[in-house]
């Protein structure tokens, strides 16, 4: 990076006893990329602009910095930027792929397969039998969304690492059943999005304790426009009524409640004139609400042949761990009635 | 963790010559949190309630495994979930507290100070004349919500160190003026819903390219319940028009313009009675929209005292981070009129 602070660069080229010097190319790009937000370049940041002979620039599309993909003496160095989502990206679509095409030996193919409804050590445990596994080698990584269980093989063709790989896949899927909802870049929202999509079908939603975030990861996904007519945020009693909430079930069963769920989804579905309309209230915290506790979630998903509802993942930590555990619990029931392994009540 | 690649408590235990025993206090503790969850315990857990002679746990009140803390021959080592919300806060609670304890000689005093509206270098080259200072120190941190300026100081006493970094906080704000928007764990949505609570004012928005990004940035933060009234994710040009915009202001000047952003802050605030609305509509890509290219923003807050608008950040990379720049940007401008630093036209 070009802070004071940063060595990494000077130090790499002390080691190597290579002078850096301002590369006239990425020096361009640089200004054009401050200019076209239009911004004037700190003049300390042509540091972001410099080579040593034995590095090549990494590209960084979604910052300033360049990445250093340094090779001397059979030996690699790579220098990335420190801002996280500069750091993971430039791993994934530029280091990775120059790793792998140095092993030797060999082609490597990898899936990952993204479960949800169960923890890492649950997913393990089931997977017991198979984690052990050389080649395919068996992982899982806890993510926020989801966890991912990957998958690689080493063959010496692409063909048979993938036949490799696709084997265990059926066998994992088989143990992990629907709790699998897609692979590699899936996300919950782009599975709903695309099963939508394929349909010809449309989703509005109506939510209070997600405050906006359901609507949002709805919204990450490209073309969601084509399905996602909209949201009603109704974060006070007041909103949930005028969006067509009745006011009695609001009375009767309190804001937050199975029943105003049902409203919720019904009212927003009746309102925007969408095939789905999810509802969805609870208790984000900090404290009780209607003598509720903290972590209390009511989901329900109206459709052409019926309503499903859910309670959500139960206790958790924090606002945002509270919103978010709700959303995917919300995206994932819709998931599964669209796919049909829940069943509406008539 | 309880996964079986992860050995870091093996090889501490290892390299120390002591032995893992499952401590009862901490088993029962970690059954509980299950059970709270309405989950049976994989026995694999077992694991994560373990301890050797000199080791601690760590509180982990996000998640199952608590981490380790363990001093011998006046040494440390310290081993933290691989979960990063969880080794973030560990680190925050539990580990630096004990460490800065540790540190003998002195007291130190730290602040962020919280920076919106210019990029990290740019921070850095105008506080150019305080960054080489010694005690108190000065560092800069790109955030994804912020530039954070960290100022630290380590006196003989607290009293002493809060005051070299409260000098030194003086010479920073003076540079940096009103893009200082709040210190230590402020956010932009706290600063605007602690502005509200305290006036009593209330806050509606109407957002299409944020798709309820904006909604749920502003309920993340405790109590707002209080001040947001609610949200309105308009997706459609249909939804937009339903919910007040004119459809003359749609047809004639897009959907993406500045006169629609101006028409959905007016109608969300008529509509939901308050007293603020932000209206904000864009394109979030990857596609061109009404020919406008991918990034364009417009953003309007209207108020008692009339409207104010911004243009966003102008080109930036993905969906989530053109919505994430357009959600900062709208809740800054109505920082800036809150505060009276942007005044609005009659």
Redesign the interface.
Known sequence: ?????DLARESISELLGEEMRVDPQLEQELREKFA????TM????VKQATLIPSAQALLN??G?APGWWVEKDNRIIVAMP??P?EMYRMWENEVQPRLTDRVGGGVLFTRILRVTGM????V??QLDGL??STNPTL??Y?K?DAVDVRISAKMTTEEEAEKQVVDMEVKVRDILGSHVFGIDSDTLSSVVGDLLQARNQTLGVMESI?????????????G??SH?????????T??KE?MGVPKETVDRYGAVSEQTARAMAHAVRE??GTTFGIGITGV???GLQEGKPVGTVHIAVEGPEGVVTSKG???R?????N?RYAVLTALNLLRQLLEGTVIPEG
């Open positions: 990076g070009p802070t004071e602070d076209h937000m239009s911004m700190p003049e300390r940041n599309p979604v300033t420190g801002v989502r923890g890492e050590s649950t393990e445990e984690i052990h992982a899982t806890a926020t997600t405050g906006g975030l359901l609507s949002s990861a709805l919204t990450d996904v490209k969601s426009s996602f007519i909209g949201g009603l945020v109704t974060y006070s007041d909103m005028w309102r925007l984000a915290g900090p993942p139960g206790w930590g924090n606002r945002q761990d919103k």
